[in-house]
């Protein structure tokens, strides 16, 4: 089975609202989470990574949350805009630094 | 802003024919990376390169493909004998270590 999912697969929310994407991770001993947008027809963009000995970064608009006992990862973004809407993917990553990537969200925004 | 470049962006080819993708990681970068896409799914490792040889493959890199850096700049996948089921977008990625950065895909059709 995968090792890293995706809880809902579509996200539809409203231009300025903030937004909350969820992911469950299933290998204990990964140390490290990157959070990757994919907007249609391109590459994954790198958006935001946390290491296993945090709980929280902040970066622009964006705020991941890392909880180890439930092997959780969300990603949050404030005040979300039209041009937030793609696909958007956790990975984890252990000891390879080869990112093993879930299935994705689709995040909608509405104008 | 460094990027990783692929060329060509799509590619129609013909069951059994063979393929080279290339791709021209960031100049400082050591990690190099294939991953493809199917339509409509995850995005999916293939292969990891350092330091001029294969560090990890998954199960979908069998015979039937190769990769190369014939020079300073270029990094090549190489499919044999290109199936139906090899249709996808097929992203070059690269890294100095962890931040990993994609290239905007090659669409791969067969037919």
């Known amino acids: 089975g995968e090792s890293v999912g995706l809880h809902l697969p579509t996200l539809s929310v409203q231009e300025g609202d903030n937004s909350i994407i969820n992911c469950a991770y299933s290998?204990?001993?990964?140390?490290?989470f990157i959070w990757y947008k994919q907007e249609s027809g391109k590459g994954p963009q790198f958006i935001i990574d946390i290491r296993s000995n945090m709980d929280k970064r902040q970066g622009q608009r964006v705020t991941v949350l890392l909880n180890k006992t439930v092997k959780h990862l969300s990603l949050q973004i404030a005040a979300t805009q039209p041009g937030d809407s793609a696909v958007y993917f956790c990975a984890e990553l252990y000891r390879s630094y080869i990112p093993t990537f879930g299935r994705g969200t689709s995040l909608i925004v509405h104008p | 802003e460094p990027e990783v470049t692929q060329t060509p962006s799509h590619q129609v080819t013909q069951m059994g024919q063979e393929v080279i993708l290339r791709c021209v990681p960031i100049?400082?970068?050591?990690?190099f990376y294939w991953y493809r896409q199917i339509l409509g799914q995850k995005v999916e490792f293939l292969v990891s390169?350092?330091?001029?040889?294969?560090?990890?493959k998954s199960e979908i890199f069998d015979d039937q493909f190769s990769v190369e850096r014939p020079d300073g700049s270029n990094f090549t996948l190489k499919i044999r004998s290109t199936k139906l089921e090899d249709s996808a977008m097929y992203f070059c990625?690269?890294?100095?270590?962890?931040?990993?950065?994609f290239g905007e895909g090659s669409w791969l059709t067969v037919v």
């Open positions: 290998n204990s001993a990964s140390d490290y």
């Open positions: 390169f350092y330091n001029n040889e294969i560090s990890e």
């Open positions: 100049s400082n970068h050591l990690y």
């Open positions: 990625a690269s890294s100095e270590r962890t931040e990993i950065y």
